[in-house]
Every structure is written in C-alpha cells, then in structure tokens.
C-alpha cells in the first residue's frame, strides 16, 4: 500500500490555515478551486491511505507524528464538519486543530518520506 504524501501535505497545509480554508471552504468555485472540510478530512485520512497504513502496520512513522495524528484526529471529532463552512472556520476549536495541523505539515516536510511501507 503506497501512501500519498502530496495529498497529505496538501490536507495538512488546508488544516493548518485559516486563509486556505477561507479559500476552498467559501469559494463559489469561480476562481476554480473549491474544497470542503469533508473533504480535507477524508483526503487527509482516507484517500491518502494514511490511517490504513497506520491501523495495518504498513508505514513507519516517527511517535511523535503518530501522536500528531491522534491528536488531530480528537480535535477534529469535536467539530461538526458538516456545519456551516464560515461557522466551522470561526470555531474557537480550529485554533488547537490549525496548531496541531502546521506541527504535523512541519513533521511531514522534514520525514522526507516517498510514502512506501517501511
């Protein structure tokens, strides 16, 4: 199982900015881009294979990413991904999800990983 890094990376760098989210989550879809909290947590956890490779034993990962993961992953269950997008963005519960969100892009970058199993 091939774990996707770029979309890690992207749904990463939409979880960790306000103004990104602002971006995708509000757009009308006019400028192109369009995107939805749904969305970034499904490619984040799903579509990249992330968690698959995590629950199988497929990826290694340094504990402090795991924990990362885990953390968000909490933060994340808090919301209600389905409410209102603007609502969402201005949720005081997005401050910890963006922190957690930018420690794990910042960990990702520096894995340097190509997303095979270890």
Known sequence: MIVNIPLILECLEEWSSKEEQERLWLSD????????????YEGLFGDSNLKDAIDG??????SQV???????????DLLDLYS???????HPGMIAVRQIAGELLNAFR???TDGRPA
Do not use: H, M, N, Y
């Open 66 to 76: 795991l924990d990362g993961l885990a953390q968000l992953e909490a933060a994340l």
């Open 110 to 112: 520096s894995i340097g």
């Open 57 to 62: 034993g497929a990826v290694q990962l340094p």
């Open 29 to 40: 879809g006019s400028s192109g881009f369009v995107g939805s909290a749904v969305e970034a």
């Open 84 to 90: 209102r997008p603007k609502g969402l963005i201005d």
